[in-house]
């Protein structure tokens, strides 16, 4: 019987400790070798040309040829999906790297030489197992086009005023996402010319510390008010709230709104923020006037929540396998049977609007 191939990898930092560590990580999974190391970018792109790895774990921050660089130049000339390794004083920078079309990242606990750096290892052999099923095409699709997504007006951003008063079928769209998830959000919110007169609530799976830098990323780039949620928010029309990260998003009715709690997680839930949860939370508040949208992402997180939403009269979408980066989480919500539509990023915003029932100009 022929032995599985392996997962090539190619690990580039400039710290020795970390190298070894990585490196130490990574080869006790009996699927991957580590093929190379590099101890800076233009180091980083010979050993990429001529090993051809399946997966380069990346430092941003080396001497000569930073991370930034070396990215664009892997995913111009020879396309191969990289995980970049950063600390969580990088937040920014991170996600100008899932820009330039890293797969995605593993937060690093401290800056400097430390024993810790090992916790991170269930994390980042996660994500790297990612890599056996994952969409490179989409990736490199995304890379050209989602860096040049302009503002959604294609102007500077004005303060949000409210959404215009008009009949919308929902009050609430759901989203939850994981591996590949920040660039289609960015994408799907972009979309909207001016904020729907209904709520976005948004799980993306990501280490707390990093949220809140991906709200304010996304505020800057589209229409809705969109921020980190914080205990007590109110869930209002035009807004977008994106749970923080390690924690998960529920919601309450209190008084004539609706709040959202952040609660921990619990023992049993294998990822956070949950999508299960969100969703459900939102069929229970909302009903029928839910709408759950899965994207992106490895695991079966949002399966259950889909079909609670289904369950309360609410409508289903899920993201199709020729655009999702990773089809894990989508691919097990529609193995349900309660998901309504199966939809591409390109045409998820349009998609939104016309189960809203609100008519009006999109980009």
Same mark, same amino acid.
């Given at each position: 019987m022929r032995s599985q191939k392996? %997962?090539? /990898? /190619?690990? %580039?930092?400039?710290s020795a400790f970390n190298r070894r560590a990585i490196s130490k990580m990574l080869e006790s999974m009996p699927e991957v070798v580590v093929v190379g190391y590099a101890t800076d970018g233009e180091e980083g792109i010979r050993k990429v040309i001529d090993l051809k790895p399946d997966l380069v774990t990346l430092d941003l921050e080396m001497p000569r040829m930073d991370g930034f660089t070396l990215l664009r130049i892997i995913m111009g000339y020879c396309p191969t999906p990289v995980i970049v390794i950063s600390s969580k004083s990088d937040d920014e920078k991170v996600f100008k790297a899932l820009e330039l079309g890293a797969v995605d990242f593993v937060a690093k606990p401290t800056q400097g030489i #430390?024993?810790?750096?090992l916790s991170i290892s269930g994390d980042i052999q996660q994500k790297v197992r990612s890599v056996l099923s994952l969409n490179m095409k989409e990736i490199i699709r995304r890379e050209k086009g989602v860096a040049s997504v302009p503002h959604a007006s294609g102007k500077a951003k004005k303060d949000v005023e409210a959404p215009r008063v008009m009949p919308c079928r929902l009050d609430v769209v759901a989203i939850g996402a994981s591996t590949g998830g920040p660039p289609a959000l960015q994408r799907i919110l972009a979309s909207f010319r001016e904020p729907l007169p209904l709520a976005i609530v948004i #799980?993306?799976?990501m280490p707390s510390g990093f949220t809140r830098t991906f709200a304010e990323r996304l505020?800057?780039?589209c229409n809705f008010d969109v921020r980190e949620a914080s205990d007590g928010d109110q869930v209002r029309p035009g807004s977008v709230l994106i749970a923080p990260g390690g924690h998960n998003m529920v919601f309450e009715k209190s008084g004539g709104s609706v709040v959202a709690r952040i609660v921990k997680p619990s023992a049993t839930e294998r990822y956070s923020? #949950?999508?299960d949860a969100m969703l459900t939370s939102c069929a229970e508040v909302y009903g029928s006037r839910t709408l759950g949208v899965v994207l992106t992402g490895m695991g079966n997180d949002g399966s259950q929540g889909v079909r609670a939403v289904k369950s309360a009269g609410g409508q289903v979408i899920a993201e199709a396998e020729s655009s999702a980066v990773v089809f894990g989480m989508p691919k097990e919500a529609i193995a349900t049977g309660v998901v309504d539509k199966v939809v591409s990023i390109d045409l998820m915003a349009l998609e939104i609007r016309m189960r809203s029932g609100v008519a009006a100009d999109m980009d």
């Open positions: 392996k %997962i090539r /990898v /190619v690990v %580039i930092d400039d #430390s024993e810790e750096l #799980s993306q799976h505020n800057r780039l923020p #949950s999508v």
